[in-house]
């Protein structure tokens, strides 16, 4: 099969001077990263003891495989679903700030106590001896009547990662960051409160976003970028629409490409910065070399990329 794409839906090549633009776009992006690679590394060798200390590399390693897949989007002009990982950037980003804002172990436990509670409730849905598994059954009986669904309860692995998850809550370091997980749920009236809210913290995610002055990155790209998560943001598609034409604008369109790219780049730069300071400040001048290089490039970049787009 060898079927070809309409070239008004689906432009697959882009001309030479767009893509060229891409093309910086998507190394300088890669560049960022690569120094992010260094600094994965330097933490694990500071060999930390206790998992949690754990929590912040993994949401930075997050955060990487987040920009990289941003590059990679970029490269191939496809910026509205760059604009989908931009927003679960942010909300690592965002999470991993707050951790390293103040009383980091006691956040990144918080983290693990709602990643386990998150993990035992939906564990438990495939136990037959559960109150929630009948009610999960129903549900899966009602959209698939000619499934057999018996091999999906009770099965040896369930059980143990259950038994993982309650051994690991009540382990001591673990106990009183349990005991608070459960006083607010209480307090907020929710059976899943988010982890950012134990300790009296924010009640939802753009209220961390507030506390650590980020309300503008909120507003105008987590909650703009959330349009292309959702099926809010579906009308973007149409270019014009009137009583006798519609003109859809096509898939791969390269509007916004800058600003995705200006932000990932800010986003990462500012993480390092953050991370550097409070978990490796010996390594804090390693960035600050790095930048003296990247920066010249970096701006000439973005002086020379004008881009004419026109619906």
Known sequence: MNTKPIDDVLPRIADEYLQNILDDFSKTIDEVVNFGTHIILWDIEHKREGKDNNIPTLFLRNILELADSISVLTKNSLIDPAKIQIRALLENHFGLLYI??????QRALSFMVWRAKKDLKYYKQFVSANPSSKEFKAK???DEMNIDITKFFDSPDIIKAIEAKVTLLNKPEFKEVHKEYMRTSKKLNTKNPSWYSLYDGPNNFQEMSNRLKKTIAYEFQYRKYSENVHVTGVQKGFAKAGKDEAQIIQIRDFEHCKDVFTSTVSYLLEC???????RIPEKRNELTEWYKDFKEPYNRIISKSVINYKK
Do not use: N, S, V
């Open 100 to 105: 390293l804002q103040k009383d980091e172990r």
């Open 140 to 142: 899966i009986l009602k």
């Open 272 to 278: 390092y910065t953050e991370y550097l300071t409070k």
